[in-house]
């Protein structure tokens, strides 16, 4: 059974900072996704990440993937209050039918 | 503008009902998804849908049923069988090697 773990769960940061998030997952996978949903609203989807070394960058913010740790980051670069929301990363199963399973989500609060 | 609309935005429902949420999306996707939210957790995957005709259960299908009879139309009942149906619903759908796009979701409360 495929597991996602995000940590931290809940991060408050002041603008300007910087800081990762991560993303641990249990069994191989050859996709991962990064979504944003802000507080009553539904998913927006910010990368996708299909390869080893993928690395995707927009704006403040850029994800990365290691499958052989099993691992992807979200870094935030020079917050800013815009950035506060949810952030899930989801993982893709192998058999093509594109199930995911996400992480429980990281809830990032930017202080002024 | 192609997108997913989903209704209602808000439902209640009284116990021992059943409830259909609808889903509809003209984007012109194969794939379609229904997800479960709970306050403060990730989504959990319900039911999935490939093709017209064709579907399979999630991780929490039990007291949920669903239709695909048309490519455009995914709805999801919530049966009585359901004993804890307060939640956020959200639809997705899914065309090529595209993410998953999402739908605005139907807040469900049991009253």
């Known amino acids: 059974e495929l597991k996602v773990e995000q940590n931290p769960l809940f991060l408050s940061m002041q603008e300007g900072k910087n800081y990762t998030i991560y993303c641990n997952y249990s069994?191989?996978?050859?996709?991962l996704y990064w979504y944003r949903q802000d507080p009553g609203k539904s998913l927006e989807s910010l990368f996708v990440l299909l390869s080893n070394g993928a690395v995707k960058q927009e704006g403040r913010l850029m994800a990365s993937l290691d499958t052989k740790a099993r691992l992807s980051t979200l870094h935030i670069t020079a917050a800013v209050h815009d950035l506060s929301a949810t952030y899930f990363c989801?993982?893709?199963?192998?058999?093509?039918?594109?199930?995911?399973?996400f992480g429980t989500g990281t809830r990032l609060t930017i202080i002024p | 503008d192609g997108g997913i609309t989903q209704s209602p935005k808000y439902l209640f429902r009284k116990e021992g009902q059943n409830v259909t949420l609808s889903c509809e999306q003209n984007l012109n996707h194969d794939a379609m998804y229904w997800y479960r939210q709970d306050p403060g957790q990730g989504l959990r995957l319900i039911y999935y849908s490939q093709i017209v005709n064709d579907f399979q259960k999630g991780d929490i299908a039990e007291g949920y049923s669903v239709s695909r009879e048309k490519k455009e139309s995914f709805p999801l009942t919530v049966t009585s069988a359901q004993k804890n149906p307060t939640a956020f619903y959200l639809c997705?759908?899914?065309?090529?090697?595209?993410?998953?796009?999402f739908g605005p979701g139907t807040r469900l409360t049991v009253l």
């Open positions: 069994t191989t996978s050859d996709r």
């Open positions: 989801a993982v893709g199963d192998n058999f093509g039918n594109e199930k995911l399973t």
């Open positions: 997705a759908s899914r065309g090529g090697e595209t993410p998953q796009y």
